[in-house]
């Protein structure tokens, strides 16, 4: 039996895959609260108490961030993984460690009908590559080439490249978020923290009090339509979120499609339709001409994540 998990700033998805093949099997599903345990080793042990302490022949944990050797400290949480040491507390040979949007792009081969829907249609370009990012509690990005057995993936920490304003009035954010945080980069905005950041930043810049500190209150604003900040905070979001993501085909050239993943659109999913993100995808000037065909996907399946991570150890270690 395979122990696989998805583990992000704020949640960790674990489950059990059953199958012993290259088609993963997932039962005992559980998302726990980051904040509701001091380390990760005390999720696990949570989560391995309540389905009644299984016998695990592998591991496999898909983490948000960078990975160093067998370690990682989380980006946005007070995390840590070690993953000798989950292995020698498990008695296992080894933890097999990969980034969570790489398993999410491992895992698009796995995805039912219903676990996915069309942003944008467009015929691809066959040859070239796709990319996989979306906004969570951070911001995640991949490249995959390929399908099926002969798929590769190249993780990225393209959430962590500067920001680019499009407006006086994203300049003038800029300059707020500057002023905070030094180096401003896309994952300071186009993220479930981000937003925060943003609606901070546009109330510092209107000189009016912050009503609101978490994402889903600033959310509940924009809804009701009794905040400005709001309204503007998450238009900015799916706005720079359509043009950083055009720009990373252009940087990639991943002309056979774009998929976007992560907690927060499936969530705002009428609102992000709503938006501008196209419009701004597909805005780049004199080469906007690069952009067209490039089909959008947006990943609704909120457990392909550990069904990638369950395929990528079947890889390494069949």
């Known amino acids: 039996m395979r122990l696989v998990a998805d583990i992000g700033g704020t949640n960790a998805r674990f489950a059990l895959d059953t199958s012993g093949t290259r088609l993963p099997s997932l ?41 160093a050797d067998t370690q990682i400290r989380f980006t946005n949480s007070s995390w840590a993984i070690d993953a000798n040491a989950i292995a020698a507390q498990l008695g296992l040979p080894h933890c097999f460690l990969i980034n969570d949007f790489e398993a999410l792009a491992y895992g698009i081969d796995l995805l039912e009908e219903d676990g996915s829907c069309s942003v944008r249609s467009g015929r691809g370009h066959a040859k070239m590559p796709e990319i996989i990012l979306g906004p969570g509690t951070g911001l995640g990005v991949a490249l995959r080439f390929g399908d099926g057995d002969g798929v590769e993936v190249i993780p990225t920490e393209g959430g962590h490249i500067a920001f680019a304003p499009h407006s006086s009035r994203e300049i003038a954010a800029l300059g707020v978020l500057h002023k905070w945080f030094g180096r401003v980069s896309v994952e300071r905005i186009f993220s479930g923290l981000g937003i925060v950041n943003l609606y901070r930043a546009f109330c510092t810049l209107d000189d009016v009090p912050c009503t609101y ?31 950083f993501a055009g720009d990373c085909v252009l940087l990639s050239g991943a002309r ?63």
Request: include cysteine.
């Open 27 to 67: 039962s005992h599903i559980e998302k726990l609260k980051a904040k509701d345990y001091p380390r990760f080793d005390d999720a696990l042990a949570h989560y391995l108490e309540t389905t009644g302490n299984p016998s695990i022949g592998s591991v496999a944990l898909a983490v948000a961030g960078p990975i």
């Open 213 to 243: 500190e978490r994402a889903d209150e600033i959310a509940g604003a924009m809804h009701c339509g009794q905040d400005l900040r709001a309204k503007e905070a998450f238009a900015l979001f799916f706005d720079g979120l359509g043009a």
């Open 256 to 318: 056979r499609g774009v998929w976007l993943g992560g907690g927060i659109l499936p969530q705002l999913f009428n609102e992000f339709c709503a938006s501008d993100f196209l419009t701004k995808f597909n805005a780049k000037g004199r080469v906007s001409g690069f952009l067209d065909d490039v089909p959008i996907r947006l990943i609704t399946d909120g457990h392909v994540a550990l069904k990638g991570a369950a395929l990528a150890l079947h890889r390494h270690f069949p």
